[in-house]
């Protein structure tokens, strides 16, 4: 399947909105023929996965944008022209000063006008514009009749920040004005565990190279140097960090300041990264873009060279099917890091913001382990490995800096990782890893022992694993603890997937046994932990009473773990309590405001506030399960919108809550106390939503791919081309799916 020619997603949609207005006006339009509709672009264009332009002020709660490329990050500072929280682990700048009274982290870059401090300009000369591109970010603002425009990104492979700032007077008349630049370094290099934030060091010496027009940040403790400056150069520096320009513009003449950050081990090769960046500044940007391009376009193509797979060409007319699709794809590509510092290689994080740099957790990867299985499985695998030899009961995340497990113990580990592995194998056909052996035993041992350890956990006898409390958990919910339904779900599937595996090994007996096991388990979930006649779970505690929580966790981990288990009354109550107390028209809660924890804690992915990334797409996979697609449909239609602001965000709002932006579910802050970050990995559920429950196609491990569409209340002529499966390519549509030709 393809189309005879593309068109730009947004002049398309403009096209259409357009179009719909005029007809309103006249209603004789509507009489005439309507346009020929046109597919939209996968690989996608690099605008149009941008997100729409979003003006915020200095004191508004929004999250700030992030640019990012193999090495690490950096994130936009609430400012015209500040950049924060540059991670190149094992490498930082501008993160959080260990020292008294912290700031925490720190803004380099932050611009003055005449000696004033330009972001926080009253109204309308404070308002800044803010549009986020996989390859950069950028700013705009007008104050003082002059117009600052900035472009921050990172260029591919190198350490380093760049960003142009073009000035622009808009008066009738000459302009004289000073512009300076306060430079901040706090520069440091951790080679222990990174967990949560990017170190800082207080004490940096600091070197002014006039010739270069830069500023040296040296560490004193570590080996670490940026060179931070621009080009052409300032005229002075002033109270050792002020970078100043004196300007002058005639009327409508614009000038271009280049800055850049070059961080390396030592002041030499910082200095020499930074003199190759300035000299050809017009030829990186372009090279940028190129190369960001080209990673899109890898993404999409069978054999390339940037990923150990690809994720399918989805060939559609529909904008928000298009759109839920590649709001999960972006969250993909934000987590990659090919980086020469990760002690196990390519890998992909978990949250990609500023609050933990290197970590990777099995919870959130198993979320999108579909997509990761198609796209990049190399990695995939080897995360299972790592985690195989990490103590994964004691931890919830590795750091690949050190390659060491970090943090306190998270519930799901074990049906996470069983649950990567299994999308692993079935997507790739290798049947033969299991046979490898990590620390002692094989894959498949490994596997077993993690989808059985709920029996060790079964510490009052009823036959349930126990959870522990809020920190291995939720986090948010002080009532979700111990005998949790959700987590006791997992395991029902995680044996039963073992058992697959047993099962095509021929060892039926074994198979056979793993299997009434889960059924004795799924139904004594049932027995003990459902509430009856209320559509929602209760937990098991220590003293023999349970705590009833509406939390969606349950609703979609018993959905997607354990369906088949739930008699026909379950699944209407179920779905009556997710439209009831979770349902909003653009996103959800995670938690029901009627509950009576719902007053504990308000950070939103997990809170009556809001939700979590994959919270949306996971439910929507289980309401296909219990619910009609027609009334599912129309809800998804709105929540694809809330990637109107760049890549799902770690949670959203409800609109009622905060007000949507341009349509969408506002992303949550960093801002305490919400403290969410910029991206999730597990964002990357939105992309497995079209595959295996829009689609409805099923990559088994033995029997090939099931379809089951739900296609016809988005686009009924769509198709997936190019999924990878078992060591072929096929085209996925309503109608099954066709292996592709060689």
Not at 27 to 44: D, F, H, N, S, V
Not at 180 to 196: E, I, L, P, S
Request: hydrophobic share 40%; with cysteine; glycine share 8%.
């Amino acid at each position: 399947m393809s189309s005879d020619w593309d068109v730009d997603r947004r002049t398309f949609l403009k096209l259409g909105a357009a179009g719909t207005a005029l007809a309103a006006m006249n209603p004789t339009t509507l009489a005439e023929p309507a346009p020929a509709k046109r597919t939209l672009r996968c690989p996608p264009a690099l605008a149009d996965m941008a997100s729409d332009r979003l003006t915020y002020r200095l004191r508004d709660p929004f999250n700030c944008p992030v640019a990012m490329n193999e090495f690490g990050y950096a994130q936009v500072g609430k400012s015209v022209s500040a950049i924060t929280a540059i991670s190149f682990p094992p490498y930082a700048c501008c993160g959080m000063p260990e020292t008294a009274w912290s700031p925490g982290y720190l803004l380099t870059c932050e611009m003055f006008l005449n000696g004033r401090f330009l972001a926080i300009a009253a109204p309308p000369d404070g308002n800044i514009e803010y549009q986020w591109f996989p390859h950069c970010v950028e700013r705009k603002q007008t104050a003082d009749r002059l117009q600052f425009t900035t472009r921050m990104f990172l260029p591919s492979k190198r350490r380093a920040v760049v960003q142009s700032i073009a000035i622009k007077n808009l008066s009738a008349s000459q302009r004289h004005f000073t512009l300076g630049f306060d430079m901040r370094g706090a520069v440091a290099k951790r080679t222990k565990a990174w967990f949560a934030n990017s170190s800082g060091e207080a004490d940096n010496k600091i070197h002014w190279d006039a010739g270069r027009g830069c500023l040296l940040f040296e560490s004193q403790h570590s080996e670490i140097v940026a060179a931070q400056g621009f080009h052409p150069a300032p005229n002075r520096v002033e109270h050792q960090r002020m970078l100043v320009f004196d300007l002058e513009l005639g009327p409508g003449e614009q000038k271009q300041l280049n800055f850049v950050v070059a961080i390396a081990e030592n002041g030499h090769a910082a200095l020499d990264l930074y003199d190759r960046l300035q000299s050809d500044f017009e030829s990186l940007e372009k090279e940028n873009e190129a190369d960001c391009t080209s990673l899109v376009r890898s993404a999409f193509t069978p054999g390339n060279s940037e990923f150990s797979g690809n994720l399918p060409k989805l060939v559609t007319n529909d904008e928000s099917l298009w759109k839920l699709y590649h709001n999960g794809f972006a969250n993909l590509l934000f987590a990659r890091r090919v980086s020469p510092d990760s002690i196990y290689g390519p890998t992909y994080l978990t949250l990609s913001g500023h609050v933990l740099p290197t970590l990777s957790f099995p919870w959130d990867t198993s979320i999108s382990s579909l997509a990761l299985a198609l796209l990049d499985p190399a990695p995939l695998r080897n995360l299972v490995e790592v985690w195989a030899k990490a103590g994964m009961h004691d931890h919830l995340a590795t750091d690949y800096v050190t390659g060491e497990a970090v943090g306190p113990w998270y519930a799901v580990n074990d049906t996470a990782i069983v649950r990567c592995a299994w999308r692993y194998v079935c997507v790739t056909g290798d049947f033969s890893w299991l046979d490898k052996r990590i620390a002692g035993r094989t894959i498949l041992e490994h596997l077993e022992d993690r989808a059985l350890y709920w029996k060790k956990l079964d510490h009052f006898g009823r036959g349930l694993g126990d959870y522990g409390t809020i920190e291995n958990l939720l986090e948010v919910v002080s009532t979700y603890l111990h005998e949790v339904a959700g987590m006791n779900a997992n395991n029902v599937r995680a044996m039963r997937v073992v058992a697959d595996l047993h099962e095509r090994r021929g060892n039926t007996a074994r198979a056979r046994e793993l299997r009434t096991e889960a059924k004795t388990l799924a139904d004594r979930i049932n027995r003990l932990l459902y509430a009856e006649g209320k559509g929602y779970w209760r937990c098991g505690q220590p003293d023999g009473s349970f705590n009833e929580v509406r939390h969606c966790y349950d609703f979609l981990a018993v959905l997607d773990n354990m369906a088949e288990d739930l008699s026909p009354a379950q699944k209407k109550e179920m779905s009556e309590f997710f439209w009831r107390e979770l349902h909003s028209e653009k996103w959800m809660r995670a938690l029901s405001q009627s509950d009576v924890d719902s007053t504990w804690n308000i950070r939103p992915d997990h809170s009556c506030l809001g939700a979590y990334a994959a919270w949306p797409p996971m439910t929507a996979k289980g309401l296909y399960k219990i619910d009609s697609p027609a009334r599912i449909a129309p809800w998804l239609r709105e929540v694809a919108k809330a990637g109107n602001q760049g890549p799902i965000g770690q949670g959203h709002f409800v609109e009622d809550v905060f007000p949507p932006v341009n349509g969408g579910a506002f992303k949550s802050s960093e801002d305490a106390p919400f403290i969410e970050d910029w991206c999730c990995i597990a964002g990357g559920a939105f992309t497995e939503l079209v595959i295996d429950s829009i689609f409805g196609a099923e990559l088994t491990l033995s029997e090939g791919i099931k379809v089951n569409s739900h296609l016809s209340e988005f686009d009924s002529n769509a198709g997936l081309e190019g999924v990878r499966y078992q060591g072929g390519l096929y085209t996925i549509t309503k109608d099954g799916a066709q292996k592709q030709k060689a």
